[in-house]
């Protein structure tokens, strides 16, 4: 067929290097930016074929998140824009990993298997963040989407949560927005000017606030929706990328990992930062008191106010929906109790990356899902959406009730429901705050943190490391589970677990306990018992 006359030209410019073996991991394919060019056509071919397969329009973004400048990556976007589905990952890993002769016979496997016409129209949605590679790298997905004679829209350097967002719109025939980079800010801008339009007494002082832009794309598309907010907020952007390099010690990552405030903003005392990370779906928050100590409110701190404010407001609305907060085994134990104990909402636990937690989410009337570093949002079931929707529309219901209606629905509004959104979630974070009259200290002193510690230990092959119970537990290699319990049992309100990372080669430890040097030495004890069991390389982990 003609079509794969054309694939077999247009690969040949994008050349798999012989032997390259590359998997599609936590959040996509993740390397250094040099061996991706073949990854990035061959994605634009596979998301042609889902667009066929699912007769709608599938995003591809490229990106590689918090990992540094040099790294690239790429995550298909499925319909109703979440993260594609697992079976699509493994033909990603076939398709990506085929030798140059052998990628026909690998595609018309795939178009096999999933019984796909290969007539059917096709539409494919593509974005990149600010990565000097990216520029070369969304050109590839778009030879391979055109090689395949599908239809494309490039949006050209997006968030990737704004992508999501387009595929979204686009496949509701606009019923969730409009699908352009406008429709987005007017969206969300306008939702949050109706919730904070009749709080009381808004200084500037309380719409003012620092944001870390991580030196990415997130920085440019904050700058860009400012002034549809019409100074609702007032933000002072740090890390726009005009000197300093991706991730390069700023961003959420940076500052989760290493709690502290990142370099290249000025920051005095008590006044408020948000720092995104290098695609702008992960949002952390922090301030320093007037002794200088840092505070961070992460993910699961932006988890319990959001929870909090929602079951708030369902319980004065009167509406019955159930509610959930989806959390993964790095969510601090404190976190976990307060939201079972205090706020008696469900918990779950699920596997570390997005798609998970999302799916998890989706079981519930109301399901917030946040991971520990920030990335999460809140889904509402088609059934909640109508619920609240009635209810604001009732000629019979109160004002009072109303109103918290309205309060609920441009909650929704203002939430990007399709993946975890930095700026969707600064927007929601704000409004809750100001509705409730809370300042981030009374946040903050919501629940206090455990003292943890997170590592990274290198192995031979990460591989060999396998998890069971939402990854809390190792069932291989045998005997490490038993050398994390001995350490474990010997603190106070301990906790610790490791698993193979699926952004990077290394095996990832987490340690919480009662006191920073218990959970540094806890840390370190499990990193050793890592390095011992599971074939560490290089140096032996030291003592922090
Ligand atoms: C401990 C941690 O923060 N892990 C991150 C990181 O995954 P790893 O599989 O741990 O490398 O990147 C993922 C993608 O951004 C994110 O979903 C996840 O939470
Ligand atoms: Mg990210």
């Not at 074929?49 to 599938?58: E, N, V």
């Not at 824009?81 to 990993?97: C, H, I, R």
């Not at 998970?356 to 399901?367: M, S």
């Amino acid at each position: 067929m003609a079509q794969f006359e054309g694939v077999s030209q247009m690969s040949a410019v994008h050349p798999k290097p012989v032997g390259l073996v590359l998997q599609y991991g936590t959040a996509g394919f993740r390397t250094n930016s040099k061996q991706l060019d073949h990854v990035m056509f061959r994605m634009g071919l596979l998301a042609t074929l889902r667009s066929k397969k699912t007769k709608a329009t599938i995003g591809v973004m490229v990106t590689a998140s918090h990992n540094p400048e040099e790294d690239n990556g790429v995550k298909l976007v499925d319909p109703m824009g979440e993260m594609v589905t697992p079976a699509w990952e493994g033909y990603a890993t076939q398709l990506a990993n085929a030798e140059q002769e052998g990628l026909l016979t690998a595609l018309k496997d795939v178009i096999e298997r999933e019984a796909i016409s290969i007539a059917q129209e096709a539409s494919v949605f593509v974005g990149k963040d600010t990565r000097p590679s990216s520029e070369s790298l969304s050109q590839a997905v778009l030879d391979g989407v055109h090689a395949l004679e599908s239809h494309s829209k490039d949006y050209g350097l997006v968030t990737t949560p704004q992508l999501h967002y387009m595929v979204c719109c686009q496949n509701t025939q606009g019923r969730y927005g409009d699908a352009t980079v406008k429709g987005y800010y007017q969206k969300l801008s306008q939702a949050f000017i109706q919730l904070t339009k009749n709080v009381p007494n808004r200084t500037d002082d309380q719409k003012a606030l620092l944001v870390d832009g991580a030196n990415g794309i997130g920085a440019l598309k904050v700058c860009e929706m400012e002034t549809y907010l019409k100074k609702e907020l007032q933000l002072s952007v740090f890390n726009d990328g005009s000197s300093g390099k991706l991730n390069h010690r700023c961003g959420a990552d940076y500052v989760k990992v290493q709690q502290r405030a990142p370099t290249g903003v000025e920051m005095s005392a008590g006044e408020r930062c948000w720092s995104y990370d290098g695609d702008a779906d992960r949002i952390v928050y922090y301030y320093s008191d007037s002794a200088g100590r840092f505070h961070l409110l992460d993910g699961d701190k932006i988890a319990t106010l959001i929870s909090t404010y929602l079951k708030e407001l369902l319980t004065q609305a009167g509406l019955d929906l159930q509610i959930a907060v989806v959390q993964t085994a790095y969510a601090n134990g404190s976190s976990t109790h307060y939201l079972e104990d205090t706020m008696k909402v469900i918990v779950r636990c699920t596997k570390t990356g997005v798609k998970h937690l999302h799916h998890a989410a989706q079981e519930f009337d109301i399901g917030v899902y946040f991971e520990a570093n920030g990335h999460g949002t809140v889904l509402f079931s088609i059934e909640a959406e109508e619920k609240i929707q009635q209810l604001a529309q009732d000629s019979n219901t109160n004002d009072k009730r109303k109103n918290t209606a309205l309060l609920l629905q441009n909650t929704v509004n203002l939430i990007n429901q399709t993946v975890g959104d930095a700026i969707s979630d600064m927007l929601l974070i704000e409004a809750v705050l100001a509705i409730r009259g809370m300042t981030v200290q009374q946040w903050d002193a919501i629940y206090t943190d455990l003292p943890n510690r997170q590592l990274k230990v290198k192995v031979a092959d990460r591989r060999v490391i396998d998890t069971t119970d939402a990854e809390r537990r190792t069932v291989g290699p045998a005997g490490l589970q038993e050398a994390i319990d001995i350490p474990v049992n010997k603190h106070r309100q301990a906790r610790s677990f490791v698993r193979p990372s699926g952004t990077e080669d290394v095996v990832r430890v987490y340690a919480e306990a009662d006191t920073q040097e218990s959970a540094d030495a806890l840390a370190h004890e499990v990193s050793l018992a890592v390095y011992r069991l599971a074939g560490g390389v290089g140096e032996e982990p030291k003592p922090l």
